[in-house]
């Protein structure tokens, strides 16, 4: 073979190689965007994650009567949070009383009260002095009652709301939040002993783990490509030299803004850990799950399966359509052998929806990035050609700046469950002086269409035969509102959509039970901001009813 023949294969050789490595370091750069992708992968060390998360409900606490109540620690400081909601009222502010500490001194986080300031300290390796100071309010009444939630990551996060208020927002890399003591109506000397009355209290606590190892080894595979790509594309030009100049001034003009964009990726991957924390814990208990729950937010609130007879898990999500409720019930059904039961939750507001306006469409591609869910426009078609055109379906800049942007993410984190899938709405009652039960029923009755009704049911006819043919029982409800809410509703489309839900039920041979003024709840179980939402104490007695009712009956 001529020297020349042999030339002309290794420019060849070079050219396609160059042409493989741009395509194969492209799409490791999109899927390393997509969390699901690396759990898919299923590497050793994330297949081996311990959900070691607790819930803890506390009685009343009254100052002079109770002593401050010992709660415990998180020992492993990687990814350790929690989440504390309660209600207080203060006596007296002498001295710097404490509310909580999650550690003693200054190596921790406390809501400390000083005066008329209400304010969280927390140990901060960037600020000036070690510390951190956050403002709740400056303007503390004594005797008056107060809803507090505080949720915090260990090197990541603070946030809190003051009587549904965000008051505090702050996330940093410097947070070096000890847990070695959490501590409710106290501090760490005699003068921080809280003094007042604090009630309605709940705390989680733990780790949230995770996919650092698969990240770091597809980022250091990403680099090690586009390495690769830059020496062999160097010799492939090299009878052009003006090009080879050309093209190297531009790579290396770019690669700083690509360095950021990807770091960017790589530091969003870690924000609104429920979808991905989610999808890791219902994996762990795929091989236990009998009864599977699906729904939006009030299911979400308000189906704890920890009270079921038999193994339960809530995979219900906050603005969840029936589509998406379908597909997670579809999917996740082929992977656990033990499961006897779905239960399919349906209410008001997402039966008449139109879930392309909705303003939380977002989290569609949240579930997409999370739990690999199509979504309903490019289902069926034979190139995926709109995956593409939308960001949102695998880069988190996209999805989670877009929803930062318009305040509907107010923190690095979304919201935590329980082990189970359940969240803990807390046991705080609405303010019936407020009117939120009609302000809500007005927005639903609005964005309510009764057109919507048979085709967003239409999702439902395909799940029902699948779980029919893999021996699956199915069976439906509505969940309890509160009257102030479910009495303003409109009556012809609340009366269509019962009517439409029993034909549904007849035609299926499915139990449905429409609990939406069911007379055993009161507004003593509904949330204190959403009276369509149960909160921990009517989530609890539904559950049990949800249970006993429809439930346990199926296998007796």
């Keep these: 073979m001529s020297a020349e023949a042999i030339t002309s294969m290794a420019r060849f050789f070079f050219k396609s190689t160059s042409v493989v490595l741009f395509i194969v370091t492209v799409v490791l750069i999109v899927y390393s965007t997509e969390i699901s992708f690396w759990i898919n992968s299923r590497l050793a060390s994330e297949k081996s994650i311990a959900n070691n998360r607790v819930n803890i409900h506390l009685p009343t606490y009254v100052y002079g009567r109770d002593s401050p109540f010992l709660l415990g620690n998180i020992e492993n400081t990687n990814n350790a949070y929690f989440r504390i909601k309660l209600r207080f009222r203060v006596d007296d502010t002498e001295g710097y009383p404490n509310i909580f500490q999650s550690a003693p001194y200054n190596r921790g986080l406390r809501v400390e009260i000083a005066g008329s300031t209400v304010a969280i300290i927390v140990q901060d390796l960037q600020a000036p002095n070690g510390l951190r100071g956050m403002t709740l309010t400056s303007a503390l009444e004594k005797s008056r009652w107060y809803v507090l939630e505080v949720e915090a990551m260990n090197g990541a996060f603070v946030r809190a709301t003051l009587d549904g208020v965000s008051v505090a927002n702050y996330s940093g890399d410097g947070l070096n939040i000890e847990m070695s003591e959490f501590i409710l109506g106290a501090g760490f000397d005699d003068s921080r002993v ?43 030009l090299s009878e052009y030299y003006e090009v080879r100049l050309v093209v190297f001034k531009l790579v290396f003009i770019s690669l700083p803004l690509l360095l950021v964009i990807v770091y960017i990726e790589y530091k969003m991957s870690y924000l609104n850990t429920d979808y991905y924390t989610r999808r890791v814990a219902l994996e762990q208990e795929a091989e236990k799950v009998e009864v599977l729950v699906v729904g939006s937010s009030n299911t979400f609130y308000g189906v704890t399966p920890e009270v079921f007879s038999l193994k339960g898990f809530n995979l219900a999500f906050p603005g969840s359509g029936m589509y998406f409720d379908a597909k997670l019930a579809e999917k996740y059904s082929g992977i656990m052998p033990n499961l006897k039961m779905v239960v399919l939750t349906v209410n008001y507001f997402t039966f008449g929806l139109d879930y392309s306006t909705f303003s939380q469409s977002w989290r569609q591609f949240a579930l997409r990035q999370n739990f690999g869910i199509s979504l309903k426009t490019t289902v069926g078609l034979p190139f995926n050609w709109q995956f593409w055109l939308e960001p949102r379906n695998f880069s988190k800049i996209a999805l989670y700046g877009k929803a930062l942007i318009g305040e509907e993410l107010l923190a690095p984190v979304d919201v935590v469950a329980s082990c189970l899938g359940w969240f803990n709405g807390g046991d705080v009652a609405p303010d019936l002086s407020k009117n939120l039960g009609l302000a809500a029923a007005k927005d639903h009755n609005s964005t309510t269409d009764s057109d919507n009704y048979i085709h967003n049911l239409s999702d439902w006819d395909t799940l029902v035969s699948f779980l029919r043919g893999h021996n699956i029982n199915v069976v439906m409800a509505t969940l309890p509102t509160d009257a102030s809410y479910y009495q303003e509703l409109d009556k012809d489309k609340k009366n269509k959509m019962h009517d439409i839900l029993l034909d549904f039920s007849a035609r299926n041979n499915i139990k449905f039970v429409d609990f939406t003024g069911d007379g055993r709840f009161s507004s003593d179980d509904f949330t204190w901001e959403m009276p369509d939402h149960l909160n921990a104490k009517g989530a609890t007695k539904f559950s049990k009813i949800l249970d006993e009712e429809l439930i346990v009956p199926h296998f007796k």
């Design 194 to 236: 809280f003094k007042g009355e604090i009630d309605s209290s709940s705390l989680v606590k733990g780790n949230i783990a995770f996919p650092r190892l698969s990240l770091a080894i597809i980022y250091s595979t990403i680099i090690f490509a586009f390495l690769l790509f830059m020496v062999v594309l160097w010799k492939a």
